[in-house]
């Protein structure tokens, strides 16, 4: 049982390129996360999702976009990367949203992003 | 969502309680209180969440009061591998809006 499982760990990206973030669980949860950590900061929420085919954005969505099309996996896309999307991104995935039914989030380990 | 507030920075002496508190004045009746940690920018951990009444785990308690404009997680006998950022978090509608979180220092 692997969990939540990010790909890659590090990544060096030059201004303009794009990459996808790749996020993985085998918890058969239904909702997952993406949030992005910078430096001395608290993880702010990019986008989520309740279910297969279902998306929203969370608190800073801009120059990011997903998709969910199985429960397992939630792709990160950053389309023209940007020195301001230098961070620490993290996926998570939670049974549902309810806190009776659910013992809290399941993070990844993170994969650390360098925009140059 | 509720906003919360903590201090930025405690300090404990190992084999003591280490008492973390958290305003969150404008938290909803339905609305529960997690609280993570992240040990040194690995992924935030799960320590426990409440809605109005005391929880207590293997990890820790949290102690929440009668009016839920605050509460106070308590680590009952503190390590050195606790120290760590601790975050108290409102949760509703399925998603969890973190703050600045503690910063918790275990000291021996």
């Known amino acids: 049982n692997a969990g939540v499982t990010q790909t890659p760990k590090f990544r060096i990206l030059k201004i303009g390129q794009s990459m996808t973030l790749q996020c993985a669980q085998d918890?058969?949860?239904?909702?997952m996360y993406w949030y992005r950590q910078d430096p001395g900061m608290g993880l702010k929420l990019i986008y989520y999702s309740v279910g297969a085919g279902i998306t929203d954005k969370g608190e800073v969505p801009n120059g990011y976009n997903v998709s969910r099309s199985t429960t397992e996996d939630f792709p990160l896309r950053l389309e023209l990367a940007a020195p301001s999307q230098t961070s620490v991104y993290f996926c998570?995935?939670?049974?549902?949203?309810?806190?009776?039914?659910?013992?809290?989030?399941?993070f990844g380990s993170g994969t650390r992003l360098t925009v140059v | 969502d509720a906003k919360t507030t903590q201090p930025p920075s405690m300090d404990c002496a190992e084999g003591r309680a280490a008492n973390l508190p958290c305003n969150h004045s404008?938290?909803?009746?339905?609305?529960?209180v997690y609280w993570y940690r992240q040990i040194h920018s690995q992924g935030p951990q799960y320590i426990i969440h409440?809605?109005?009444n005391n929880e207590t785990n293997e990890m820790a308690s949290l102690i929440i009061t009668e009016d839920r404009k605050s509460s106070t997680l308590i680590l009952p006998h503190a390590t050195l591998r606790d120290t760590a950022v601790y975050y108290c978090?409102?949760?509703?509608?399925?998603?969890?809006?973190f703050g600045q979180g503690t910063e918790l220092s275990v000291k021996p």
């Open positions: 918890m058969n949860h239904n909702y």
């Open positions: 998570a995935s939670s049974y549902s949203g309810t806190p009776r039914q659910d013992y809290g989030y399941t």
């Open positions: 978090i409102g949760h509703r509608g399925g998603k969890l809006i």
């Open positions: 409440g809605l109005k």
């Open positions: 404008t938290i909803s009746g339905n609305e529960y």
